[in-house]
């Protein structure tokens, strides 16, 4: 069928084929439950595919029932039911679809010499006496039969030309040429199609489709290669799952064909912007996380944490995004910061918060910035709210933490070596405590005398995981003063310091006595 783009230009229709629901499946510990791929089908069926290929109704009941129960639900999609070459597959899979607004019977049976030799245990004539019998049982059930030479990649094409020419004299409506261990390369699959096209008399009177495994990383190639060859019907599964390696990413397929029409001058009746919610869910209910650098819908698929690339995409977004987050259903880019972010990006994540800081303010800012990022993994919006709000208190105190160094542990006691710039004078005292903490603040009250109460220490995370910033809240009271302040950093007994001397630098700027010896000194 051939459809016209928007520009006018003639482009062909491509069948998306699902087959999450049946390869998918059969991935090792990706079993869904009835209500799981009840959810999963009618999500296919919105977003616009053509055929779900609902499962394997012989496998056992609760397949059928799976089969039946999506056959009677989904509104528009033709619901497929897979079935080997013998006849009580056939009549299985019959009696499931037989509800549905379109029912297909997809049936196999294997084709190349390694599969008859040594699991079919039958001769080249016998298989093609099969596919008569057994495509011709199909047919007569439903209107519309699809038939597949399994392993073809791996057969000759004298014998697949035999094989298909006998389906589609049987009743075969659409043809499957499944690359079914992932053998083959994209030159090699291209030609097979062309070369059967031409040969086969009948061919024009089926639609022949691509199923492709991902064994050697090449099954959207081959996909997209089996199109240039003629196919025009793709058998694919969300997030590319399926046996060993999977299947061709329907998701990638999609965006292949709508982001290179320049090349590929096919159309599909998907709607991309539900490819990320598909995604999300069938990750849910098959338990397989999606990888971060996954195309399309990886977490990382719109994430951007090089400087280099940040800059890029803040002047515009097409220097490195050939394809918009919003067309796949994600809501934004995602500028990641971390280490190898630049001051453009930092600037552009302040701005978005809120933060209007000077030149001088921003270049500290930033400074603290990329130490925070070289000794955390994630830097978060919280992680980048308390570095700058400590650092805008810091600017004007009179007290600054210049180093510290802890001894810490069973042993005992604990002991803390500070070193203080008090009004631009460095300092430095060693102190033992109870505890780390108590070292810590015995050190500050060493070089800072005063006698100022600590009414409130407390810590809590800034944001998840064991490199998460600690932040920290002291409130100090004198001569009639109370303050609070807060600090952050991935080390507590840093983020501790900071506080204390946070709160006695308010303190200072608020009038109360504080005597800094070492500053005369």
């Not at 951007?304 to 220097?319: F, L």
């Not at 995602?334 to 630049?342: F, I, R, T």
């Not at 050190?443 to 100022?452: M, Q, S, T």
């Amino acid at each position: 069928m051939t459809v016209s783009s928007a520009a006018g230009t003639p482009r062909d229709r491509v069948l998306i084929f699902d087959t999450t629901l049946r390869d998918g499946e059969q991935c090792p510990g990706a079993t869904m439950t009835l209500e799981e791929k009840l959810e999963i089908a009618n999500l296919l069926d919105t977003m616009g595919v053509d055929i779900i290929e609902a499962g394997f109704p012989i496998a056992s009941n609760g397949d059928f029932e799976a089969v039946s129960l999506i056959a009677s639900k989904v509104k528009n999609a033709t619901v497929a039911g897979l079935a080997r070459a013998v006849s009580i597959d056939i009549a299985r899979a019959g009696e499931a679809v037989r509800h549905a607004v379109r029912p297909r019977i997809h049936t196999f049976v294997s084709t190349s010499p390694i599969h008859l030799a040594h699991q079919m245990r039958k001769t080249q004539d016998e298989v093609v006496e099969i596919i008569i019998a057994t495509v011709g049982q199909a047919r007569n059930l439903v209107e519309d039969v699809e038939w597949s030479a399994m392993d073809a990649t791996r057969t000759s094409i004298e014998f697949l030309c035999r094989c298909v020419e006998a389906a589609i004299r049987s009743g075969a409506t659409t043809i499957n040429l499944p690359d079914t261990v992932g053998y083959a390369t994209p030159d090699e699959y291209r030609h097979m199609f062309r070369t059967i096209r031409e040969r086969v008399p009948s061919a024009d009177k089926a639609i022949f489709s691509a199923h492709t495994h991902n064994d050697l990383g090449l099954a959207v190639a081959n996909s997209l290669a089996a199109l240039d060859g003629g196919a025009r019907q793709v058998e694919c599964t969300i997030n590319g799952i399926g046996e060993r390696a999977g299947n061709a990413a329907l998701e990638e397929i999609v965006m292949a064909i709508r982001t290179r029409g320049d090349v590929l001058p096919y159309e599909t009746g998907i709607d991309a912007s539900m490819l990320t919610r598909a995604s999300k869910l069938a990750a849910a209910a098959t338990s397989f996380p999606v990888q971060y650098n996954k195309a399309i819908v990886g977490r990382n698929a719109f994430a951007h944490e090089s400087g280099i690339h940040q800059d890029g995409m803040i002047k515009n977004a097409e220097t490195y995004e050939i394809m918009t987050p919003e067309s796949v259903g994600v809501s934004k880019t995602s500028l990641v910061m971390g280490k190898h972010s630049g001051r453009n990006a930092f600037r552009t994540r302040l701005t978005e918060m809120g933060y209007s800081l000077s030149d001088n303010q921003l270049e500290d800012a930033f400074v603290r910035f990329k130490e925070l990022a070289d000794r955390k993994k994630h830097v978060y919006d919280e992680d980048i709210e308390a570095l700058v709000d400590q650092n805008i208190a810091m600017a004007h105190d009179r007290i600054k933490l210049v180093s510290l160094s802890i001894v810490a542990g069973t042993r005992g006691p604990q002991r803390a070596t500070m070193k203080l710039q008090i009004d631009g004078t460095v300092v430095t005292e060693e102190q033992e405590g109870n505890g780390p903490v108590d070292a810590t603040f015995n050190a500050i009250k060493a070089l800072v005398p005063h006698e100022a109460v600590l009414e409130l220490y407390q810590v809590h995370a800034v944001t998840t995981g064991t490199d998460a910033q600690a932040e920290v809240s002291v409130r100090l009271s004198a001569n009639d003063h109370s303050v609070t302040s807060r600090a952050a950093d991935p080390d507590t007994l840093v983020a501790s310091a900071q506080a204390y001397l946070g709160a006695l630098n308010k303190l200072m700027s608020r009038g109360a006595r504080l005597h800094a010896q070492h500053a005369a000194e």
